[in-house]
């Protein structure tokens, strides 16, 4: 299994940005796919998941009502649609996948098997 995160780049506070992951490698059924991101010198951060049978959604709480997570079946692909962005939001972004996800691990960075390799996302005042 290989991720692809692409997408990211500097924007203003307030503004807006999409960033992607692109899957490879097997099929993506019954798979959660998750984004996470990591500031330097802080843990990894849950920002939103989605399984890819039914499409339900998870949002981390510093998120929720300005992030999207959505995905493109036919292109293994994987969206994050982020609007109100704020400089607390600047990080390394990364998506994540894993094929065996019970819903209370969703959140969970460490029960994910793969990773991308992270896009930066930096948000100015």
């Known amino acids: 299994v290989q991720l692809q995160a692409s997408g990211g780049g500097l924007v203003q506070a307030g503004g807006s940005l999409k960033i992607s992951c692109a899957g490879s490698?097997?099929?993506?059924?019954?798979?959660?796919m998750g984004w996470f991101r990591q500031q330097p010198g802080k843990e990894r951060e849950f920002v939103a998941a989605i399984k890819w049978n039914g499409g339900h959604t998870y949002y981390g709480d510093s998120v929720k009502g300005r992030f999207t997570i959505s995905i493109v079946k036919a292109k293994n692909m994987v969206y994050l649609q982020m609007n109100s962005l704020k400089p607390e939001d600047t990080a390394v972004y990364y998506c994540a996948a894993d094929f065996n996800m019970i819903q209370s691990s969703i959140p969970m960075s460490r029960m994910y098997d793969y990773w991308g390799q992270g896009t930066q996302v930096t948000v100015s005042s």
């Open positions: 490698g097997r099929t993506f059924s019954n798979s959660v």
